[in-house]
């Protein structure tokens, strides 16, 4: 285990250097001149000349990307081009939040998801089972901004039941954090359950036609114990390499969720910093966006194992 | 008598309980902007909402008033000694956030570091002056390079904002994570691309007339999302509310809407002669692009896209400023004269436009507008939606034929002309060149006269006018919505909010 753990490590480091490379040559290929936008309205040429000094936006690319790296290396993103705020220190600050939304919104998905998928596949062309397929449809038709406008209006400004947007973090107050967070979770995750609900329901489907099922009910076990001890369980394994992908889906959909419910996380944070061509930003981002994907998969991969027995070796 | 006598006293305990009371307010004022600060450091700040938060963190020299009128500020007064050298008085006993004292030395300290910081965003603001003297505890002259009139309305705004020596000795460059001015609240936290707290300053020199104890500033993008929390009370006062949104605001008996005018303006701009784009008959003839300006319907613009809210103009200096060039005001539509005049070139038709546009839906809308105004006179005008940075960069190459330029505005005429007409200006996207356009507004840079002045900006605009590098188009307001329990807001035309008097009640 220890040696697959250190060989997907050693795996990561190309991949990760790969994508950096990859982001400073397509932001550079991004129209719009990173000194133009952080001069402002009263830009001069002397004023432009000095940014593009400064931020050695002068220099030639390849010095540019050693001059960043270098910096990563030591562990210092730089500063943000427009705030001028540590990048290092935005994103400890910004990751958490991004962290808790997609946590909150991936249990949310699981929660309404499996066991939607579930019911439908136990009352297949029942009315449960149309009802959690019109769910799900919805839920896969619906653009998450106007979903999310909907409920600020619905839940915020006509019930008054929950703040319309901003952030508390969890250590300040756990009770106003969950106020700030159920709503987005809930859009964000929304998505995600229809797609879950769906797999969940035709994978379930399939292990309800096997022979075991057949044994198993045979052997005069309860249904409820038939489906959740023995299908689900077999069901579960390609639910579980869907619920991964989808975790990288989470992180896209965060870019627009935090938008509409002014979350302060990792999507925000970087939709901002390419309209601004905050460069050093949208790098340090990527980045460490990059580095929780391969981390997640691995993830996933060790919880494949867990699932699965017939995947142990030695 | 003895009633009378207690009656006074009681009424005299009253008030003084009644003044502790106001003495340390408690609430908090939420503002929701619409979108994030840049760096918090006068010297470096380029963003419009950053100058949103200063005004209640960092005093200026000078302010502008309602009626566009320069009052004093952390100055007393001002005068010109001769036409290069301005004596500024300052207010006593100012203290910085920090304890400091606010004196000439402190001016001089500030003033110098706007001029030679490296990356300062004020030094094209104050080119004008040479050197800064200390001529006493409270006296400043600045010695100019050449007279300059636009110079005091610069003070009265960031060039002119005053910050601690000690802090920002200490700080250096960090000085925007932790800025000390000498403002009504000072600084608290930071939490970027979410909110800004500042908290009251109890040695303000003017601390009667705040009256809550933090402001929050929020940042909120959306506009829809803005209004929704100012339904929902999460903030108390929103900027920038979209004409789309103001019947919503209206109807909610809870929230009051304030509308006012603004300094700046929209209009499209036409490459006469920057770079190769300046090859179509819309660069290289004046008559095309009157007959595209005769065709728009600026009253209907305004009616279709901005519910009425946004007036017709054809100036770069708003309505309400003595500047403003008198009688030279937007024509009704003459579809006829523009098709005679398309006719009168003899070009063929339609005449292809290209327009580049940031992609706002509402500047999209407007641009739609137009394409089917100026569609019936011969024209084929194509949108071009690009997304802000990239609009900003294609038209500082002169990669473009049309260009939907918005503008926010400045108090003084020269920072909305100068730039943009003026030979090699640095907004100056055309590339126009009128040698008696840049005499006017030369000669207007070295006189304080106001008549004299608006009767050089007037024989600059009617210049403009007829070579037509920019085709102004409508001036947008500032349409603020807050709480019906806020008093005391006065809407000042550069947009920004000014506390002082501002009161919430509970």
């Not at chain 2, 994570?177 to 930071?190: H, I, Q, T």
């Not at chain 2, 595209?292 to 400023?321: E, H, K, W, Y």
């Not at chain 2, 579809?335 to 509402?362: E, H, Q, R």
């Amino acid at each position: 285990m220890l040696a697959t753990l250190g060989k997907r490590a050693l795996q990561a480091i190309p991949t990760l250097t790969l994508v950096s490379v990859l982001v400073f040559v397509l932001q550079q290929a991004m129209p719009g001149d990173p000194a133009l936008i952080l001069a402002g309205e009263d830009k001069t040429p002397e004023l432009l000349a000095q940014i593009r000094h400064e931020l050695w936006l002068d220099r030639s690319l390849p010095l540019q990307y050693l001059h960043w790296l270098g910096g990563v290396l030591q562990g210092d993103f730089g500063l943000s081009w427009r705030n001028r705020e540590p990048i290092a220190g935005l994103i400890a600050l910004k990751l958490p939040v991004t962290l808790q939304l997609g946590s909150m919104a991936f249990v949310i998905a699981v929660c309404i998801g499996v066991p939607a998928g579930i019911v439908a596949a136990v009352g297949r062309n029942t009315w449960w089972d149309h009802l959690a397929n019109a769910i799900g449809l919805a839920g896969l038709s619906t653009p998450n901004f106007w979903l999310g406008i909907m409920m600020i209006l619905l839940i915020s400004v006509h019930l008054g039941w929950l703040p319309p947007s901003g952030y508390v973090p969890l250590g300040e107050d756990w009770r106003q954090s969950l106020a700030t967070t159920i709503m987005p979770a809930f859009v964000l995750g929304n998505a995600i359950a229809a797609v879950l609900m769906r797999h969940t329901r035709s994978a379930m489907l399939s292990a309800l036609d096997q022979d075991y099922v057949r044994t198993a009910r045979a052997k005069g076990l309860s249904e409820w114990r038939v489906v959740l001890r023995h299908a689900l369980r077999n069901a579960l394994v390609p639910v579980v390499t869907l619920g991964a992908l989808e975790l990288g889906t989470l992180f896209a959909g965060a870019v627009l969720t935090e938008q509409v419910f002014t979350i302060p996380g990792f999507g925000k944070l970087i939709v901002d910093a390419v309209f601004n061509r905050d460069y050093p930003v949208v790098q340090g981002v990527v980045l460490i966006t990059a580095s929780l994907t391969i981390l997640l998969s691995l993830c996933a991969d060790l919880l494949y194992v867990a699932i699965n027995p017939r995947l142990r070796t030695g | 008598m003895r009633r009378i006598l207690g009656l006074t006293a009681l009424a005299l305990l009253a008030t003084t309980s009644l003044a502790q009371a106001q003495e340390t307010p408690t609430q908090t004022l939420k503002i929701a902007l619409r979108e994030d600060a840049d760096a918090l450091d006068p010297t470096l700040a380029r963003s419009y909402v950053g100058r949103i938060v200063f005004a209640s963190m960092c005093d200026k020299l000078f302010d502008i008033n309602e009626k566009l009128e320069i009052v004093p500020q952390l100055a007393t007064g001002y005068a010109y000694e001769d036409p290069t050298t301005l004596r500024i008085d300052l207010r006593a006993g100012v203290k910085f956030h920090d304890g400091t004292t606010m004196d000439a030395e402190a001016v001089k300290y500030s003033l110098n570091r706007h001029l030679t910081m490296q990356g300062s965003g004020r030094r094209g603001e104050l080119a004008s002056v040479d050197s800064i003297e200390v001529a006493g505890p409270l006296t400043v002259k600045l010695h100019l390079k050449s007279p300059s009139s636009p110079l005091l309305a610069q003070l009265a705004d960031r060039a002119g904002m005053i910050l601690s020596a000690k802090a920002a000795e200490a700080a250096g460059k960090d000085f925007s994570l932790r800025p000390v001015c000498a403002g009504p609240f000072k600084f608290v936290e930071r939490v970027a691309q979410d909110h800004i707290t500042v908290e009251r300053f109890p040695d303000y020199w003017n601390a009667k007339d705040i009256h809550f104890a933090k402001i929050v500033f929020q940042t909120i993008v959306d506009s829809t999302t803005r209004v929704a929390n100012l339904r929902a009370g999460a903030v108390d006062l929103v900027e920038s509310v979209v004409p789309s949104d103001v019947a919503t605001v209206k109807a909610d008996p809870k929230l009051k809407l304030i509308t006012s005018p603004g300094l700046g303006y929209e209009g499209i701009n036409f490459n006469v002669n920057h770079g190769p784009r300046a090859s179509g008959p819309i660069s290289k003839d004046a008559r095309v692009r009157h007959a595209f300006d005769m065709a728009i319907d600026r009253d209907a613009l305004n009616q279709v896209v901005f519910n009425g809210l946004f007036p017709a103009t054809v100036q770069a200096v708003q309505t309400g400023s003595p500047y403003h060039a008198p009688g030279v005001e937007p024509k009704p539509r003459d579809l006829d004269g523009a098709k005679k005049l398309l006719a009168a070139t003899g070009l063929p038709l339609p005449i292809k436009v290209t327009v580049n546009v940031p992609n706002s839906p509402t500047r999209i809308q407007a641009m739609e507008v137009v394409q089917a105004m100026v569609a019936e006179a011969g024209f084929d005008l194509k949108i071009n939606a690009m997304e802000f940075a990239t609009t900003l960069d294609a038209g500082d190459r002169g990669d473009f034929e049309a260009y939907l330029l918005a503008w926010s505005g400045r108090t003084d005429p020269d920072g909305n002309i100068w730039n943009f007409w003026h030979t090699g200006g640095p907004n100056n996207y055309p590339g126009y060149s009128n040698p008696d356009v840049d005499k006017a507004l030369e000669d207007a840079r070295k006189t304080s006269d106001v008549k004299e002045r608006a009767a050089l900006y007037a024989k600059a605009q009617i210049q403009e006018l007829a070579d037509l590098p920019i085709n102004y188009l409508w001036s947008p307001q500032n349409i603020v919505g807050i709480n019906a329990k806020l008093t005391g807001f006065v809407p000042v035309p550069d947009g920004l909010i000014r506390v002082q008097g501002m009161v919430l009640a509970k």
